[in-house]
C-alpha cells in the first residue's frame, strides 16, 4: 500500500526505499517464499515501478493470485470476485480498502480457499496463477 498511496514519481521515499531493502534482506535469509496478493499483476506493476526508482532488484519469489484462485474455485458461487466479495463471502471482517485489513484478508481469503480446493480434492496451488503475465 505505501508503494500505491505514498508514490512520487522524482524521489524514491524513504518508506519505499526501507521496504526495498527490507524485501530484499528476507528474500537473501530464505524466509519469503512467495507473495500473496489478491490480482498480483496489477500490485506488481507497483512493485516494478519501485524497483526501478530504487535501483535494487525485484525479490525473487512466487507470486499467488487469489483473485485468479476465487475465480478457478468458484466461478458461480459469488456475484464477482472483488476482494470486497469475497470477505463478505467468508465472513473476514476487517475494513475495506485499507492497507493492513486488506492484507489480512487476503491472507485469510489464500487459506479459506485453500480449504475449498481441497474439499474439492483439488490442488490448491494449481489455481494460483496470476490471471495475467507480469511484465519482469
Known amino acids: 500500500e505505501i508503494l500505491r498511496s505514498d508514490w512520487s514519481s522524482d524521489v524514491c521515499s524513504s518508506d519505499l526505499l526501507h521496504f526495498c531493502q527490507w524485501a530484499?534482506?528476507?528474500?537473501?535469509?530464505?524466509q519469503i517464499a512467495g507473495l500473496i496478493a489478491h490480482n498480483v499483476a496489477f500490485d506488481w506493476g507497483f512493485l516494478e515501478r519501485a524497483q526501478r526508482t530504487c535501483g535494487?532488484?525485484?525479490?525473487?519469489?512466487?507470486?499467488i493470485d487469489t483473485?485468479?484462485?476465487?475465480?478457478?474455485l468458484l466461478p458461480t458461487e459469488v456475484p464477482n470476485h472483488k476482494l470486497t466479495t469475497l470477505r463478505e463471502h467468508f465472513e473476514l471482517g476487517g475494513g475495506q480498502h485499507?492497507?493492513?485489513?486488506?492484507?489480512?484478508?487476503?491472507?485469510?481469503?489464500?487459506?479459506?480457499l485453500c480449504e475449498c480446493a481441497e474439499s474439492l480434492e483439488k490442488d490448491?496451488?494449481?489455481?494460483?496463477s496470476p490471471a495475467y503475465p507480469l511484465s519482469s
Do not use: N, V
Open 124 to 128: 490448491p496451488l494449481a489455481y494460483c
Open 24 to 30: 530484499e534482506h528476507l528474500c537473501d535469509q530464505g
Open 56 to 63: 535494487m532488484p525485484l525479490p525473487h519469489f512466487q507470486p
Open 98 to 112: 485499507r492497507a493492513l485489513d486488506d492484507a489480512l484478508a487476503t491472507g485469510m481469503l489464500f487459506y479459506k
Open 67 to 72: 483473485l485468479s484462485m476465487a475465480r478457478a
